[in-house]
């Protein structure tokens, strides 16, 4: 059972920069393949982007690349979005998820465990 915790959401304007965390419980969170989601207001959650337990494999959504990474620090159990030049559609509750080890699927069922979430709201 792994638990995960979303924080570091909030409000930046166009342009800006913002990091959100997802902290993780259990003594193996290494051993999981970890991912960002999000969830804008009448959309389905979209995939953002994955990494794999050692951090040596990362994926992302077309709309993240070049803009957004993806890292974890195992002796933290936490993973990180880090998020720049936002735009106003990158609005949205933006959940981490954990899967066991392989493959870094896009689709939401795929993942096994999912955070409350944390919102991001970029005014222009």
């Known amino acids: 059972q792994v638990q995960l915790v979303e924080s570091g959401g909030g409000l930046v304007q166009a342009g800006g920069s913002l990091r959100v965390s997802c902290a993780a419980s259990?003594?193996?969170?290494?051993?999981?393949?970890m991912g960002w989601f999000r969830q804008a207001p009448g959309k389905e959650r979209e995939f953002v982007a994955a990494?794999?337990?050692?951090?040596?494999?990362?994926r992302y959504a077309d709309s993240a690349k070049g803009r957004f990474t993806i890292s974890r620090d195992n002796a933290k159990n936490t993973v990180y979005l880090q998020m720049n030049d936002l735009k106003p559609e990158d609005t949205a509750v933006y959940y981490c998820?954990?899967?066991?080890?392989?493959?870094?699927?896009?689709?939401?069922?795929?993942?096994?465990?999912w955070g409350q979430g944390t919102q991001v709201t970029v005014s222009s």
């Open positions: 998820a954990a899967r066991s080890p392989g493959a870094l699927p896009v689709s939401t069922p795929r993942y096994d465990y």
């Open positions: 259990g003594r193996t969170f290494s051993s999981y393949a």
């Open positions: 990494i794999a337990g050692s951090g040596g494999r990362t």
